[in-house]
């Protein structure tokens, strides 16, 4: 069980962190210009969606 | 030992132009901040803005004084240090150093005492305009300097006759080729500044287990903010990397660490190297294949070009930009991955229990600072020999002073500077470590010109209470 959440963690980082690297390679033009302001203009809307969506909350650390 | 003045005014204006741009940095950032907190107390009534409001204004207030300070340094040094840029400049640089305090700083020291000290005279709508104004006069202010800055990278508008320069066009002056890139590059560099200061110390709290309202809030704020704004940054860094690139070729040749007139194919991207100049070949040399080919010319296979296509007496010193370059693009990165993760654990319902985060965060606290210093030491250094770009070089532009007076100066400033520089951080220190202060439920005045003249709201926290519990 525990194995299993932390597959599904693991999963979920390397997700992100693949899901950022492409962020910043299309921001800083590798594929083009046209890309470049599409990427920024999709992160900028994507993080203040998720920022308004889930409102910063959980437990203490 | 020979002391040459020409190194000597160098490492003065460096030393004084380092220490100060922290301040206006931190200025910049944190007096929009300040407004976009006040914006969300007058619109929440929620107390917790206004104790965040109060803690970052006495930081803000003391990084400001201290900027003043050390900034009137700076237009002395002009022409104590550098009479003959001063002398050929002038004429460019002299208006808009002197409309930035017309312009901005009037702006900012006149509303500043309302700020600090005025809220219960004014009432919070009056000075939530104070507090406007005050961030706005930051930007008018860093909108003169870069201008007058981006001016001696990419110079326009003018002509030279002989020793003299006359201004052709002041449109082209102000608005030169590098400015409407160099502007929103820096003021979005402030801005990370204080969202990297404001949730260091919101995740500083919530490690030690104390204001935690304050803390949740400004770490989630601070956040928020850094991940937006670092997506914007990037592609503004990468634009003015264009920029430069069409302007000053030997400046972006030095900060990719290339010699040869085209790289190898496909080209690395460089982590670390240890530059011979006057071979000009590396001695050692660190990267990542493949990866300078696509950052650098956007295809699996483009060759890069190096630093052997600038004359040697028109080079920078390669070590200097490059790593001062790989530290700004290193923290930038750093960044960028700091915002994809709050967003990951926001989305996880993690972002304040993640210890590992906040301690991260707790890092980062003055990496936005770190990276200003590194972004301007690329500007700066990477346009060696010149001071005025293909106009006058840095070495022709020193004062005729004597060794001895620049040492002895230098001395001096390196010993004010860090008293200034201690009383600074023990002060912000102290602030942080007594944390926020219980924000008083006052200043409901109605923010209208009629009641700021008003006795009653000239009053103390306490009789606003009782006027309003009566």
């Not at chain 1, 950022?20 to 033009?29: E, H, K, R, T, V």
């Not at chain 2, 004084?65 to 400049?89: K, P, Y």
């Not at chain 2, 990397?241 to 070729?249: A, C, E, H, S």
């Not at chain 2, 980062?364 to 293909?390: C, D, F, H, K, N």
Request: with cysteine; aromatic share 14%; charged share 10%.
């Amino acid at each position: 069980m525990n194995s299993k959440k932390d597959l599904s963690h693991f999963a979920g980082l390397a997700g992100t962190t693949l899901l950022g690297a492409f962020f910043f390679f299309l921001i800083i033009g590798v594929f083009g210009l046209r890309f470049a302001i599409t990427g920024v203009l999709a992160f900028i809307v994507g993080a203040l969606a998720i920022c308004h969506r889930f409102p910063a909350g959980g437990t203490e650390p | 030992m020979r002391l040459d003045p020409s190194i000597l005014a160098r490492i003065q204006f460096a030393f004084t132009v380092s220490f100060h741009i922290v301040f206006p940095t931190m200025s910049i950032g944190l007096a929009s901040f300040l407004a976009v907190i006040e914006a969300l107390w007058l619109k929440t009534k929620d107390s917790i803005y206004l104790e965040i409001y109060k803690f970052w204004l006495s930081i803000f207030a003391m990084g400001f004084g201290v900027g003043v300070v050390t900034g009137i340094v700076l237009s002395f040094e002009f022409g104590l240090g550098f009479a003959r840029f001063a002398e050929i400049a002038g004429p460019a640089i002299g208006p808009m150093i002197a409309l930035e305090v017309l312009t901005a700083f009037f702006l900012e020291a006149g509303f500043l005492g309302i700020m600090m000290f005025g809220l219960h005279r004014v009432g919070p709508k009056l000075h939530f305009i104070a507090t406007c104004m005050v961030a706005v006069g930051t930007l008018i202010s860093a909108s003169w300097i870069l201008s007058a800055n981006s001016w001696m990278q990419t110079p326009a508008g003018v002509a030279i006759h002989g020793d003299h320069l006359t201004v052709l066009n002041w449109r082209d002056v102000i608005v030169n080729p590098s400015w409407p890139y160099r502007l929103p590059h820096m003021i979005s560099a402030a801005y990370l500044t204080a969202s990297f200061m404001v949730a260091g110390v919101g995740a500083w709290y919530l490690l030690r287990g104390i204001h935690q309202g304050f803390a949740r809030r400004t770490v989630a704020l601070g956040t928020a903010f850094a991940t937006v704004l670092i997506a914007g940054q990037v592609f503004i860094g990468d634009i003015l990397y264009g920029t430069m690139l069409k302007y000053q070729p030997p400046k972006m040749q030095a900060a990719e660490g290339f010699w040869e007139e085209k790289s190898q194919s496909p080209a690395p991207y460089y982590w670390f190297i240890i530059p011979d100049q006057p071979n000009q070949r590396n001695r050692l040399e660190l990267g990542m294949p493949y990866l300078g080919s696509i950052w650098l010319t956007h295809s699996l296979r483009g060759r890069v070009e190096g630093l052997k296509n600038t004359p040697r007496d028109r080079q920078p010193r390669m070590a200097m930009v490059f790593y001062a370059f790989r530290i700004m693009y290193g923290l930038a990165i750093l960044m960028f991955g700091i915002g994809v993760a709050s967003l990951w654990l926001r989305f996880r319902g993690r972002l304040f229990a993640s210890r590992w985060f906040l301690w991260t965060l707790v890092f980062m606290t003055p990496s936005g600072i770190i990276a200003t210093l590194a972004g301007w030491y690329v500007a700066e250094t990477g346009r060696q020999p010149w001071v005025i770009y293909g106009i006058l070089r840095t070495v022709d532009a020193v004062s005729p002073v004597p060794a001895r007076a620049l040492l002895s100066t230098l001395i001096g400033f390196i010993c004010v500077y860090s008293v200034f520089f201690s009383a600074f951080l023990i002060f912000t220190l102290r602030i942080i470590r007594l944390g926020p202060a219980e924000a008083p439920p006052h200043a409901e005045a109605s923010g209208s010109l009629k009641n700021a003249f008003r006795p009653q709201v000239l009053d103390s926290p306490a009789r606003v209470v009782s006027t309003q519990s009566s």
